[in-house]
């Protein structure tokens, strides 16, 4: 069997791999102030960013439109072949038009280019070639720079689809930033899946009413709270009803001796940690990972002491937070 270092298959996939690295570091020195006045030309819009391509260039675009959508953009993608079968409605006054084509002479595209310029709709156009229909006919030309494509006959669209990409990628963090958009608006356009899971905060997953005891109770009521709730353990507060101390099986394993003849306050240990309602879930897992427990006490958000929740680590992994 070949060596892995000579292999010809690992040469050519370092060889693709390096050649599209070089082409992003000069796409990156190529950048001017073109690229600020797309992303202030965005900024100024009332509408969406409509962004269309064909071929590859549309598969890239389809890309850029999701990112910017989830990223506090408003845009959506328009296939520019539908685009001439009444598609064109959906690009209206007050949007911007992103369009991708890397010789910028792509047929399909000449009626959503006119459509645009028809309308006084603001065209920004990303394209290899200087000077071509697309970039003479923009208000904003994003040249991409002379880099060879990763194959070797030059045909195969690779490294100007990933400088396409990455241009895409640019101008969605920059307004991104600009916006300051949060983790917190970022979990508004992520309800599902992982990346909503990991976002999720204590307040969505903990359980209200959480299992509470005066610090006087007798033993023996503190165990009926405690075993009635499943949670495995049970919060003790002073007169006030503020959290003064947990009681878990550790403890009842430590006071065996005489233990019903002693209250929640001579068992509890003291000055649990408990997490906040507005803290990521995915927090409140390493915490509890970190000092080896199942549950948090959840406690007023203005920074008070009284427990408003509890959250046990089985919620968060059935939410899917690990």
Known sequence: ????????????????????????GMLADSLNGSFAAAVKLILAAKGRVIVSGMGKSGHIARKIAATLASTGTPAQFVHPAEASHGDLGMVMRGDVALVLSNSGETPELADIIAHT????????????????????????????????????????PTTSTTMTLALGDAIAIALME???????????????????????????????DPPTVPRDTPMGETLLTMSGRGFGVVGVTDAAGALQGIITDG?????????????????????????GPDALAETAVRLMN?????????TDPAGGTT???????HDCLRAGIA
């Not at 892995?4 to 050519?12: G, R």
């Not at 970190?290 to 959840?298: A, G, M, P, Y």
């Open 1 to 24: 069997m070949t060596s892995s270092t000579t292999d010809p298959l690992l040469e050519t996939a370092r060889r693709v791999i390096l050649r599209e690295a070089e082409a992003l």
């Open 117 to 156: 310029r028809r309308f006084d709709i603001p065209l920004i156009g990303i394209a290899s070639r200087e000077g071509s229909t697309l970039l003479r006919q923009s208000d904003v030309a994003l040249l991409l720079p002379p880099a060879p494509e990763a194959c070797e006959t030059g045909i195969v």
């Open 178 to 208: 600009h916006r300051q958009f949060t983790p917190e608006h970022f979990r508004v356009f992520h309800p599902g899946g992982k990346l909503g899971a990991r976002l999720s905060k204590v307040r969505d997953l903990m359980h209200d």
């Open 251 to 275: 403890d009842l394993r430590r006071h065996l001796a005489g233990l019903m003849d002693l209250t929640a306050g001579d068992v509890m240990t003291a000055s649990p940690r408990t997490i």
């Open 290 to 298: 970190e000092r080896k427990i199942t549950c948090l006490f959840v």
């Open 307 to 313: 427990a408003i929740g509890i959250l046990h680590i």
